[in-house]
């Protein structure tokens, strides 16, 4: 598995990644296209808040994570997206974007990670994940998303 900076060349296959993903809604798939995009964008410097990762297996996108520096905050940082090929799934190209993005915030002199998910049943291999990671649940919002549906912050100190 290797993990690198993401290019606009790795466009065309992360559009197909995140179009596979099954438990993004429409409206998550949008935006997660839309992040990568201005991670690759020719303008970094005005989208300098969002940095990809992409993992390669034998050649074949494996995966990406998506993250940048918390707007306002000193060394907080923000996991926005993270996602795997289904037809990859369990090869461990998550873990190594993880941990290749958790190197990546330290080396620019980050502190402590945040991440949100969803309370949904379909989000729980996902929350178990970042369990596994020492991404333990810090807050909890009720009914966020929608009656039923909490908003998630998981948070690690690196």
């Known amino acids: ?42 303008a970094p410097a005005e989208h300098a808040d969002y ?50 993005m958790e190197r990546e915030v330290r080396r620019r002199g980050g502190r402590q990670v945040r991440i949100e998910t969803s309370s949904g049943g379909e989000y729980a291999l996902t929350r178990s994940f970042y369990d596994r990671h020492d991404y333990p649940e810090a807050s909890r919002l009720r009914d966020f998303y929608k009656p039923g549906d909490d908003l998630v912050t998981l948070y690690k100190r690196l």
């Open 51 to 100: 940095k990809l990762l992409v993992a390669e297996d034998g050649g074949a996108l494996a995966g990406y994570v998506c993250f940048g520096p918390t707007p306002m905050t000193e060394a907080t940082w923000d996991l926005y997206w993270i996602a795997s090929s289904p037809a990859l799934r369990g090869k461990g190209a998550g873990s190594h974007l993880l941990l290749a």
């Open 1 to 42: 598995m290797h993990v690198r900076p993401g290019s606009a060349a790795d466009l065309p296959p992360l559009r197909q990644l995140i179009d596979s993903i099954e438990n993004f809604t429409p409206d998550e798939k949008d935006v997660a296209r839309e992040l990568v995009e201005l991670a690759v964008s020719a």
